[in-house]
């Protein structure tokens, strides 16, 4: 959330407002944390892992998948292209199978996974596809034009659940 935090200059004038006044308006989002290293997680809790790229070649997310890809009980979900000849790749045409980075140990991947075309990249179109998908609650612009989600086109209010303000 720090980057939230840090680039507050960036944000709509309502939660700057906040900021300025002493309001973290991120601080109510409990269930979200910055993970520092991996042992600040506990092992004992099942888990979904959301990988963007997601290749799993090294650093923390293959550290983590490593962790937690034995137990049944955890998930993993791509979120955009796999290249070729990665682990992630391997994995979304089903391999179960590999070998550790740590390790010439082989691994066998138990937890769940699942892939879902998302990319941060994307147009309009792709992202109202994307929430009509999922269909949230809420959403949180991190990016983009503002003046497309405050200005919505009849057709796009009645075929979707996007708000028709920021």
């Not at 709509?12 to 993970?35: C, D, M, S, V, W």
């Not at 550290?63 to 049944?72: A, G, S």
């Not at 740590?102 to 998302?118: A, G, R, T």
């Not at 809420?138 to 303000?165: A, Q």
């Amino acid at each position: 959330m720090s980057v939230f935090e840090t680039h507050f200059n960036l944000m709509a004038a309502p939660f700057k407002k906040q900021l300025e006044a002493g309001n973290n308006p991120f601080k109510q989002l409990r269930y979200i944390t910055t993970l520092k290293k991996q042992d600040d997680f506990p092992d004992d809790v099942p888990a979904v892992v959301m990988a963007s790229p997601g290749m799993l070649q090294k650093g923390f997310s293959r550290d983590l998948f490593e962790k937690w890809c034995p137990y049944d009980k955890n998930g993993i979900v791509f979120t955009g292209y796999a290249v070729e000849n990665t682990l992630a790749h391997d994995i979304i045409n089903g391999g179960k199978e590999f070998v550790s980075c740590e390790s010439p140990q082989k691994m066998v991947m138990k937890m769940s996974q699942d892939y879902i075309s998302f990319s941060a990249h994307c147009d309009y179109i792709q992202t109202l596809e994307f929430v009509k998908t999922i269909t949230p609650n809420h959403i949180v612009l991190v990016h983009g034009d503002c003046l497309l989600y405050t200005s919505p086109s009849p057709r796009d209010l009645s075929t979707s659940r996007m708000p028709s303000s920021a």
